[in-house]
């Protein structure tokens, strides 16, 4: 079966600090890849996606990038980290038929202090 | 602009008070509509998709519907367990850009009280 793996559970980090999420998914090849970003009492915010190694889309400017080395890991990186950068942020993994239909990790929790 | 919007924002029902949850949606070109349960704390949890108007979908007490301009999630005698924000998503396919289109509503809070 497949499963989805993210951590850390929760962070915190100082403004200007550099940021690190790891995202891997096992039982499955050739996931689509995404990170969101879910903020109090707003919907889930598409951040990044991908198809395959190397191939990041991402439609929102921000502070944030991603990449994917393997074909199941996916990161989510920043060099310096912004107040507004504070939230909760879900990896997840689909089949391409099936886009909308993701899989979720269970998040990581980044407070910016 | 596409929006999703889901009412009501809370619903607290008594154990085993049937009720409906709406997710309304104005968007060209559906490729379909996603329902997801999340708990406090955690990843969203995947329920159904609907592809087409008049198409249902159920899973123990849910049962999901699709309209050409919203969805139902119908909660049939639900349980405690049952509490949890659920959310509606929406696919309208890829932009010029080829980047999938994938949005969610904000989510209805639903408290099942024995």
């Known amino acids: 079966s497949q499963t989805i793996h993210q951590w850390p559970a929760t962070l915190v980090q100082p403004v200007g600090s550099p940021l690190s999420l790891e995202c891997t998914v096992e039982g499955t090849s050739n996931p689509n890849l995404y990170w969101y970003r879910q903020a109090a009492g707003r919907g889930l915010q598409l951040l990044f996606y991908s198809v395959g190694i190397g191939q990041i889309s991402s439609e929102v400017p921000q502070n944030l990038s991603a990449s994917r080395p393997q074909d199941r890991q996916f990161i989510l990186s920043s060099k310096k980290l912004l107040l507004s950068d504070s939230g909760f942020y879900l990896c997840?993994?689909?089949?391409?038929?099936?886009?909308?239909?993701?899989?979720f990790g269970q998040g990581t929790r980044l407070t910016v202090v | 602009e596409d929006q999703v919007t889901q009412s009501p924002e809370a619903l607290r029902l008594q154990e085993g008070e049937s009720s409906s949850l709406n997710c309304s949606y104005t968007?060209?070109?559906?490729?379909?509509l996603f329902w997801y349960r999340q708990d406090p704390g955690k990843g969203p949890e995947f329920l159904f998709t609907l592809y087409s108007a008049g198409e249902e979908k159920e899973k123990e007490r849910l049962k999901a519907t699709l309209t050409k301009k919203e969805s139902f999630l119908h909660i049939t005698a639900p349980k405690p367990e049952d509490s949890a924000t659920y959310l509606c998503?929406?696919?309208?396919?890829?932009?010029?850009?080829?980047?999938?289109?994938?949005?969610f509503g904000t989510g209805t809070k639903l408290q099942v009280i024995p």
């Open positions: 968007v060209s070109g559906l490729r379909g």
């Open positions: 997840a993994w689909s089949v391409l038929e099936t886009v909308g239909a993701a899989f």
């Open positions: 998503a929406v696919h309208i396919g890829r932009n010029s850009g080829g980047y999938q289109k994938v949005t």
